[in-house]
T-cell receptor
Framework: QKEVEQDPGPLSVPEGAIVSLNCTYS??????FMWYRQYSRKGPELLMY????GNKEDGRFTAQVDKSSKYISLFIRDSQPSDSATYLC???????FGQGTELSVKP | NAGVTQTPKFQVLKTGQSMTLQCAQD?????MSWYRQDPGMGLRLIHY???????DQGEVPNGYNVSRSTTEDFPLRLLSAAPSQTSVYFC???????????FGEGSWLTVV
């Protein structure tokens, strides 16, 4: 079993939809949780960073961490075509990545 | 503001050849790392360094060497390229391992 599991997708939604992206993990020692966005043929860029449990909101993006369930989520409200990208969860001090979910937002 | 710079962007190698992927950062970051990205596998850590003169293995180190003689540079060497090393390689850096990590643009490597 991989340390970090991410719903593989791909995911296709209409513009304006709420998107939910999720990861589960097995290492209870993880304290740092991140979401990266990666556009085609580009390097990943940090989207959200959370330490320990709780919620964090940044504009249309909300990151949630539930350490008791070893489950993290990224919500995108009012999704836009420009949100079309691959989203990768990452966690731990050495950054263990999930497999990535490819999101497509259709106009 | 260059950030993390990787060269070359694209490379084709023959099996058995050796080569070096270059990585440089201008942010005075202590922590640097190399990842490879394969379809359906996410990014996997190859090697990392917490400072000049210090390197350590990640999840998939076999077939790769690194060195860190300066804070700025962290080259990745393929000793004897194999088709299984066909991948996209990303270099990354951060002030500390837990802080925001900045990625380079990637190096696309094909081994034939």
């Amino acid at each position: 079993q991989k340390e970090v599991e991410q719903d593989p997708g791909p995911l296709s939604v209409p513009e304006g939809a709420i998107v939910s992206l999720n990861c589960t993990y097995s290492n209870s020692a993880f304290q740092y949780f991140m979401w990266y966005r990666q556009y085609s043929r580009k390097g990943p860029e940090l989207l959200m960073y959370t330490y320990s449990s709780g919620n964090k909101e940044d504009g249309r993006f909300t990151a949630q961490v539930d350490k008791s369930s070893k489950y993290i989520s990224l919500f995108i409200r009012d999704s836009q075509p420009s949100d079309s990208a691959t989203y990768l969860c990452a966690m731990g001090s050495r950054l263990i990545f999930g497999q990535g979910t490819e999101l497509s937002v259709k106009p | 503001n260059a950030g993390v710079t990787q060269t070359p962007k694209f490379q084709v190698l023959k099996t058995g050849q050796s080569m070096t992927l270059q990585c440089a950062q201008d942010m005075n970051h202590e922590y640097m790392s190399w990842y490879r990205q394969d379809p359906g596998m996410g990014l996997r850590l190859i090697h990392y360094s917490v400072g000049a003169g210090i390197t350590d293995q990640g999840e998939v180190p076999n077939g790769y060497n690194v060195s860190r003689s300066t804070t700025e540079d962290f080259p990745l060497r393929l000793l004897s390229a194999a088709p299984s090393q066909t991948s996209v390689y990303f270099c990354a850096s951060s002030q500390q391992s837990q802080n925001t990590i900045y990625f380079g643009e990637g190096s696309w490597l094909t081994v034939v």
